[in-house]
Nanobody, 119 residues
Framework: QVHVVESGGGLVQPGGSLRLTCAAPGSGFSIITMGWYRQAPGKQRELVATETLGGNTNYVDSVKGRFTISRDDGKNTGYLQMNNLKPEDTAVYYC?????????????WGQGTQVTVSS
């Protein structure tokens, strides 16, 4: 089992910034892909950004140029830097990792962190 924990959410004014952190403490596994998803009230969960072990990144169009995903594999930690936040970015943000452990790949989710963009 890989335990995933998000942090860094909060209330911010439009135009502000937040940095989310996704931590997967422990050893004995390798994180292949790390991704951030979000779910706003009444909406389906959507992909925000992903980064592979090789450093390839992918973003949903609505956050391109404003959000940056990164990871520190030595710490099994990932980040989502969010700049120029807009009210429509308000959602619960979830970290998802695809990790290999004992030769088996599994997706793991965190519990989510709330991001609210409001004046």
């Amino acid at each position: 089992q890989v335990h995933v924990v998000e942090s860094g959410g909060g209330l911010v004014q439009p135009g502000g910034s937040l940095r989310l952190t996704c931590a997967a403490p422990g050893s004995g596994f390798s994180i292949i892909t790390m991704g951030w998803y979000r779910q706003a009230p009444g909406k389906q969960r959507e992909l925000v950004a992903t980064e592979t072990l090789g450093g390839n990144t992918n973003y949903v169009d609505s956050v391109k140029g404003r959000f940056t995903i990164s990871r520190d594999d030595g710490k099994n930690t990932g980040y989502l830097q969010m700049n120029n936040l807009k009210p429509e970015d308000t959602a619960v943000y979830y970290c998802n990792v695809f990790a290999i452990r004992d030769g088996r790949g599994t997706f793991y989710w965190g519990q989510g962190t709330q991001v609210t963009v409001s004046s």
